[in-house]
């Protein structure tokens, strides 16, 4: 059992449900280009296809377009690597994350709000 299992199962135990953290982005695998590739040592990055209005991605300046490179200093190479850090203890907490936007990196701080649960 990874450490994220084990931190839903402690959250389902003690709560009896598990608060996720939520960006307000989608996104798909893109490359990197070779020279960033070689650079950071990191193949693919998540291309941002959409940005949720008034949500923390947005509020932190992300945009349709930019090619998410890092989380909180670990490479973001698709959805899921991002999903992993978006439990109860990312809420709330400041986020710094890395894009390529155009030939740029970019640096921005997201506070990642409370998932709504569908209850």
Known sequence: MNDTSRRIVAALLADGRVRRAYLGLAGTPAPLPP????????????????????????????????????????PVTSAQALQRLMLEDAIGRPLALTALRGDALVDVIAVPAELASDD
């Open 35 to 74: 020279p960033l590739r070689a650079r950071l040592d990191q193949r693919t990055g998540l291309r941002i296809v959409e940005v949720v209005p008034a949500s923390p991605a947005a509020r932190a300046g992300l945009r349709a377009g930019d090619l998410l490179l890092t989380a909180h200093d670990e």
